[in-house]
């Protein structure tokens, strides 16, 4: 089902969709540093706008379903109903293909941001995107990556190798950290390298982390090679089985998220200002969470390993002081 044309004249002005996007991050704020705090504002508002951009893509390829809004944000910023509503047809027309469906919601996403670089983008994210890309020359790949990671999820729920998870990383957290720095000024191949290296350790963290509620959602990230290798199966793993084998496994995936880490960590002191602060803050926190889960000997699947708003909060005031200070941290 094709998606619409995006040449109709948008109704938002660059104000209203600006306001859109702040929503949009801050009705999922837990997703924002504390750092973010300190980013002037005239900046803010293009991290919102790429923030917006991200969260959208990612809740039609993982919340849309036909027949519903899909989407957990409020319904002032629900960015899937404003796509939904543009398909030609209706979602009937689907057959309660949820899979075909948001193919299709994405299609029609990359033809918004195709209007970025050469139309008129309607929708509220876009119209606020299009701003920031002519502000920082953002450049069409690592927003067409984030995409194509969606789709990937509309039909990859095992990886074979740890060499496929790593694919699928480059598409699916690699392009957040270009395109943070690019809103910072920073376009080397060698500071990018390293921000590679720091969102792919928090992509892996967080699949360790979510072990059991991925599998919930039918899906299996850690490589069918290593669980083979490690002598753990699905079927233990259905049954949230904890095995010498499963914690031997963990543990090397574990070790794998921090080296990439430790490749990653000379990032932050090369940076001034906020963007210094919220890459030391993103590298603390995914370290973290890898400690827990080493101090839970590596079960994961009878409780979720996370950090306290305590816990939280004291990673922040000793990374600012360290910041602050100019002083910096070393890794595990």
């Known amino acids: 089902m094709a ?9 938002w002005t660059i104000e209203a969709a600006r306001r859109y996007c702040e929503r949009l991050a801050r009705s999922h704020y837990e997703n924002f540093t504390v750092g973010s705090w300190l980013v002037p504002r005239d900046k803010l508002r293009h991290i919102y706008a790429v923030y917006a951009f991200c969260r959208t893509v990612d809740d039609l390829g993982d919340e849309a379903t036909v027949g519903s809004r899909g989407s957990e944000a409020p319904p002032e910023v629900d960015t899937i109903s404003l796509l939904a509503a543009r398909l030609e047809g209706s979602t009937g027309g689907f057959g309660g293909d949820d899979r075909a469906y948001r193919l299709a919601l994405l299609d029609l996403w990359q033809a918004e941001l ?7 983008p309607t929708h509220p994210v876009m119209v606020a995107l299009r701003e920031s890309i002519g502000a920082f020359d953002l450049p069409r790949e690592p927003f067409l990556k984030l995409i194509e990671a969606n789709r990937m999820d509309q039909w990859n729920q095992r990886y074979p190798t740890y060499g496929d998870l790593l694919h699928y990383c480059e598409h699916s957290a690699n392009p957040v950290g270009r395109l943070f720095l690019y809103l910072f000024g920073y376009r080397d191949e060698g500071r990018q390298e390293m921000a590679d290296a720091t969102c792919t350790a928090l992509q892996l ?18 490589p069918l090679e290593d669980m083979e290798r490690f002598g753990y199966s699905e079927e233990e793993l259905a049954r949230g089985v904890v095995t010498p084998e499963f914690r031997k496994l963990l543990a090397f995936e574990v070790e794998r998220a921090m080296d990439l880490f430790r490749r990653g960590a000379p990032l932050a002191p090369t940076l001034e200002g906020a963007a210094r602060l919220d890459v030391a803050l993103f590298t603390r926190g995914g370290v973290t969470v890898l400690e827990a889960i080493r101090k839970q000997r590596y079960d994961v699947l009878t409780v979720r390993p996370s950090l306290s708003r305590a816990r ?10 360290t910041w602050k200070l100019g002083l910096g941290f070393r890794l595990p």
């Open 3 to 11: 998606a619409q044309s995006t040449t109709t004249p948008s109704t």
């Open 114 to 120: 195709e209007a970025c670089y050469s139309g008129t």
């Open 205 to 222: 963290t967080n699949f360790w982390q979510d072990v059991a509620r991925d599998y919930r959602k039918g899906r299996i990230y850690l």
């Open 312 to 321: 939280k909060a004291g990673l922040f005031l000793s990374t600012w002081l």
